[in-house]
């Protein structure tokens, strides 16, 4: 067997059948001759009692002294204990993203996904989820493997959402006509936020070992920090106003004055049912919040606006649809066409909800109370234990109810700051100690208590 030398592999002539001339100097070092003429490079050894072969690459790619040298590097290898040919058959195997997402997705649906409170994800955001994979992670990483994912490899997907690089319009089946995925830094950092979470559900499967997502830097979303000022808060007073002269608008604009007055998320105030409305106890007990089950304290404007409203409702939902007792279903169109030319353009639902906790921390509440009144997930150990809501709580649901819906029918207030004085604290204690009593009336110590 002669020395592979670049003479010898060009003068090789393609036979009936495959061969190959092995190397006299290099065992294991050869060179396969295909019946297409094609030639390439390979070693042969054994691992486990068993004969393998190793295709190193075909010669015009590599030379006979580079495969050589690639041939030295993994015999020794083999030598060491791996398996070169195993190795390649299992990276050729390797999952894509595309592959991932999709086992991702199986699960999704089929509840195993947890989310919040270690809950399986609700339908809404599956469907968001879903989408997120199909419009921007497979387009942008779908035939990359999931082994080879490097951080500088995801922190390219999100500069090139920020960048509105996916950015397409689609047909959807909620929407009639077509929809557009916009890119944008809170789209950006939702979805990598979703690919970490896809990536950790690989490390838990031992796809791979270390998420590449984690500690990457995101964007800030300016959605999150946006709240209305004062002035804002007058300019959608009256942008409501004109719109219930409206008949269509009418519904809308009950939604988007409950959003302002409670902070509720929209989901929750569109499909808010009379069974969670507890007028009586001044608050919502919504049974499936993005928190699952949540007591929400609501002040006195709303509770009179619920009232009033009982007395005509008819069906399960306090703003019904127009089928079959379902929920309003016209607010996402009513929005935008309210708000796309409005001074109020960038304003969204969660806006209200952010400017809502806002109000309450200018008016000097706690963080804590301020986390119960809108449900966050901090505030969730205090609601699991609310049965007949705190005079506290109520009281700053009113507080905060009051001034944001003077706000909204244009009153001027001297001061932003909340301080309730010394006297109405302690009359208010005074009517609380009053009613657990069953009293009618202040009694003498009440009253000394008061005074």
Same mark, same amino acid.
């Given at each position: 067997?002669?020395?592979?030398?670049?003479?010898?592999?060009?003068?090789?002539?393609?036979?009936?059948?495959?061969? @190959?001339?092995?190397?006299?100097?290099?065992?294991?070092?050869?060179?396969?001759?295909?019946?297409?003429?094609?030639?390439?490079?390979?070693?042969?050894?054994?691992?486990?009692?068993?004969?393998?072969?190793?295709?190193?690459?075909?010669?015009?790619?590599?030379?006979?002294?580079?495969?050589?040298? !690639?041939?030295?590097?993994?015999?020794?290898?083999?030598?060491?204990?791996?398996?070169?040919?195993?190795?390649?058959?299992?990276?050729?195997?390797?999952?894509?993203?595309? /592959?991932?997402?999709?086992?991702?997705?199986?699960?999704?649906?089929?509840?195993?996904?947890?989310?919040?409170?270690?809950?399986?994800?609700?339908?809404?955001?599956?469907?968001?989820?879903?989408?997120?994979?199909?419009?921007?992670?497979?387009?942008?990483?779908?035939?990359?493997?999931?082994?080879?994912? =490097?951080?500088?490899?995801?922190?390219?997907?999100?500069?090139?959402?920020?960048?509105?690089? =996916?950015?397409?319009?689609?047909?959807?089946?909620?929407?009639?006509?077509?929809?557009?995925?916009?890119?944008?830094?809170?789209?950006?950092?939702?979805?990598?936020?979703?690919?970490?979470?896809?990536?950790?559900?690989?490390?838990?499967?031992?796809?791979?070992?270390?998420?590449?997502?984690?500690?990457?830097?995101?964007?800030?979303?300016?959605?999150?920090?946006?709240? #209305?000022?004062?002035?804002?808060?007058?300019?959608?007073?009256?942008?409501?106003?004109?719109? /219930?002269? !409206?008949?269509?608008?009418?519904?809308?604009?009950?939604?988007?004055?409950?959003?302002?007055?409670?902070?509720?998320?929209?989901?929750?105030?569109?499909?808010?049912?009379?069974?969670?409305?507890?007028?009586?106890?001044?608050?919502?007990?919504?049974?499936?919040?993005?928190?699952?089950?949540?007591?929400?304290? @609501?002040?006195?404007?709303?509770?009179?606006?619920?009232?009033?409203?009982?007395?005509?409702?008819?069906?399960?939902?306090? &703003?019904?649809?127009?089928?079959?007792?379902?929920?309003?279903?016209?607010?996402?169109?009513?929005?935008?066409?309210?708000?796309?030319?409005?001074?109020?353009?960038? @304003?969204?639902?969660?806006?209200?909800?952010?400017?809502?906790?806002?109000?309450?921390?200018?008016?000097?509440?706690?963080? @804590? =109370?301020?986390?119960?009144?809108?449900?966050?997930?901090?505030?969730?150990?205090?609601?699991?234990?609310?049965? =007949?809501?705190?005079?506290?709580?109520?009281?700053?649901?009113?507080?905060?109810?009051?001034?944001?819906?003077?706000?909204?029918?244009?009153?001027?207030?001297?001061?932003?700051?909340?301080?309730?004085?010394?006297?109405?604290?302690?009359?208010?204690?005074?009517? &609380?100690?009053?009613?657990?009593?069953?009293?009618?009336? #202040?009694?003498?110590?009440?009253?000394?208590?008061?005074?």
């Amino acid at each position: 067997m002669p020395k592979l030398t670049k003479r010898i592999v060009d003068a090789a002539e393609p036979r009936e059948k495959d061969y @190959v001339i092995w190397d006299d100097d290099l065992p294991g070092f050869g060179l396969r001759v295909f019946v297409s003429g094609k030639r390439s490079y390979l070693i042969q050894y054994r691992s486990a009692g068993r004969s393998r072969r190793y295709t190193i690459g075909l010669h015009g790619v590599w030379t006979p002294e580079s495969a050589r040298q !690639e041939a030295k590097v993994q015999l020794g290898r083999v030598a060491a204990g791996d398996n070169p040919a195993e190795e390649r058959q299992l990276d050729h195997k390797a999952l894509t993203i595309k /592959e991932l997402c999709a086992l991702y997705v199986k699960d999704l649906n089929a509840g195993l996904i947890l989310g919040k409170g270690g809950r399986p994800k609700k339908p809404t955001t599956v469907g968001t989820d879903i989408g997120r994979i199909d419009r921007h992670i497979v387009p942008l990483l779908g035939t990359r493997r999931v082994k080879d994912l =490097t951080k500088a490899d995801i922190n390219k997907v999100l500069k090139d959402v920020m960048a509105g690089k =996916t950015r397409v319009s689609v047909k959807t089946k909620k929407l009639r006509g077509r929809a557009i995925v916009r890119g944008g830094a809170g789209t950006a950092t939702r979805t990598i936020g979703l690919l970490g979470g896809i990536l950790t559900y690989a490390v838990e499967h031992g796809i791979i070992a270390v998420n590449p997502a984690h500690g990457l830097r995101k964007p800030k979303d300016n959605v999150r920090t946006r709240r #209305l000022t004062e002035a804002e808060y007058r300019t959608l007073g009256g942008m409501l106003r004109e719109a /219930e002269n !409206e008949e269509k608008y009418a519904t809308t604009v009950q939604i988007i004055r409950q959003i302002a007055l409670t902070g509720c998320r929209r989901s929750e105030m569109i499909g808010l049912m009379w069974a969670e409305a507890d007028t009586d106890g001044s608050c919502l007990r919504l049974i499936d919040s993005k928190e699952g089950r949540s007591i929400r304290p @609501v002040g006195l404007p709303v509770v009179e606006f619920l009232e009033e409203r009982r007395k005509t409702a008819i069906g399960t939902y306090v &703003f019904p649809g127009y089928g079959d007792d379902n929920a309003f279903g016209s607010f996402p169109n009513h929005w935008e066409q309210l708000f796309k030319k409005s001074p109020l353009s960038d @304003v969204t639902p969660h806006v209200l909800r952010h400017s809502f906790a806002s109000i309450g921390n200018d008016l000097g509440f706690t963080e @804590v =109370t301020i986390a119960a009144l809108v449900g966050h997930a901090k505030g969730s150990v205090t609601s699991k234990y609310i049965h =007949t809501l705190d005079t506290a709580l109520i009281m700053a649901a009113d507080t905060i109810a009051g001034y944001i819906q003077g706000l909204l029918d244009g009153k001027e207030f001297k001061q932003t700051a909340y301080a309730l004085d010394r006297d109405s604290r302690k009359a208010a204690l005074a009517r &609380f100690l009053c009613k657990a009593e069953g009293k009618e009336r #202040l009694g003498a110590d009440d009253k000394r208590l008061a005074a």
